[in-house]
């Protein structure tokens, strides 16, 4: 059943979600707090779905129907006043998405879901931003929305058991494939990539092997798409960085104590893919 999509952050993960939500006939409100961001991730969600067309994935006709389906606006108010879910996409911080959260709270339908996109951070704390704790929930999308299949379902301790089967029928219509998990430092997903990867930095950093033969082996010798490399210089080193810093302090882990090259890299502005440069050089494709 289509119905109206609020999504609240228009950046890497923002646009990607209004473009599949769209592309699943949802009506979707699109807004960012930074000025002309949202109209930036519709040239992003324009240009997804012209590269869809020119591989004959999908028709001129289904782009401009999804096209058709997304509005910008300009405030939360007006983005999240008559949705039937809320997905918050802002930059990962805790005080910031708390914010939005009891922002939503006053805003959004009181039948609406609020979920939040964060990748490692407390539903459960989130819930607790709201008066309507049952209805917050975690939708964790992955990057590039527009390709990834999975949706990393997150039961904060509050969460009604109806507000999950809501969220498993609305990841399906999607086309997407969900796991349910209950709310836990880095879920499942990140608890488990993001020690991949820092365990991939300590080798670049301790001489073991070049990230590119690191990646080489995680691909062909354990059938991953991407190396942990690649993967953390399109997830971004600074958020890699804020991920394992919040997990070595909520798990009392050495395992996910930052090494000293991925601070170091952040220190430089070596960030990846958005910065140009990180594990690899993307000046070109990457």
Known sequence: MNGNVAVIGAGTMGHGIAQ???????????????TGAAAQGMERIRANLDGAVARSRITAGQRDETLARI?????TAEAAGAAEFVIE????????????????????????????????????????????????IGLHFFNPVHINALVEIVRGRSTDERVVERCL?????????????????GFAT???GVLLGLEAIRM??????????????????YRHPMGPLRLTD???????LAIAKYLHEKLDSDAFRP??????????GRLGRKTGSGFYDWTGDG
Do not use: W
Not at 20 to 34: P, S
């Open 20 to 34: 599949v939500a769209a592309m699943a006939g949802h009506h979707v409100t699109l807004t960012d707090a930074v």
């Open 71 to 75: 509005r910008t606006v300009s405030s």
């Open 89 to 136: 996409a802002v930059p990962e911080d805790a005080g910031l998405k708390a914010a939005v959260f009891a922002e939503l709270d006053a805003l959004a339908p009181a039948d609406a879901v609020l979920a939040s996109n964060t990748s490692s951070l407390s539903i459960t704390a989130l819930q607790e931003a709201t008066a309507r704790p049952g209805r917050v």
């Open 169 to 185: 029928d609305f990841v399906k219509g999607l086309g997407k494939d969900p796991i349910v998990v209950n709310d836990s430092p």
């Open 190 to 192: 990140s608890r488990l």
């Open 204 to 221: 670049v950093e301790q001489g073991v092997a070049s990230a590119d033969d690191i990646d080489k082996a995680m691909v062909l010798g």
């Open 234 to 240: 399109l997830v971004g080193l600074d958020v890699r």
């Open 259 to 268: 090494p000293r090259l991925l601070e170091e890299m952040v220190a430089r």
